[in-house]
């Protein structure tokens, strides 16, 4: 019987879908630039299965010194890259980071990211608690509006 609730436990920590303190973290990745690149931008789904509102603050990564949270908007119908301060899931609510949407930004990466298989990326909430998720360095297929390169002005 233990081998059987070891093979469970063991199991149920490899699903896709990860669960960590109140949040859950789907299909994380990261976009696969050339090596002469120093940034990119990670996707995933974030779910709130709570009954209460819970706001993503800040985000780190051992691969990056800089880490924002940035969304695409769109002004005089040119798309632009903008920093938003904080990620707000409400009870219940799932918000998906995408190409031409909300994403996580990673600056400044370390020379060789684009050999590693994964970035790990923290993410925190207003609250304090760290959430640690996998994000699976790859090519990122995009939706056909958001075919935008980003621009800093």
Known sequence: MRLLSSILFITTLSTSSTAFADLL????????????????????????????AIVLVA?????????????????????????VEN???????????????HHIMLFNLQHDWTKLDYITLYLFDENRKKYTVKAKIGKVESNTASHHKHHHH
């Open 25 to 52: 973290f789907k299909d994380a990745q990261a976009r696969l630039l050339p090596p002469t690149q120093s940034q990119t931008a990670a996707y995933l789904e974030i779910s709130n299965p709570t009954d209460k």
């Open 87 to 101: 990620l707000p899931l409400a009870a219940g609510e799932t918000l998906t980071l995408k190409p031409g949407g």
């Open 59 to 83: 985000a780190s990564s051992d691969s990056s010194p800089r880490v924002e949270f940035h969304n695409h908007v769109y002004e005089n119908g040119m798309a632009a890259m903008q920093r």
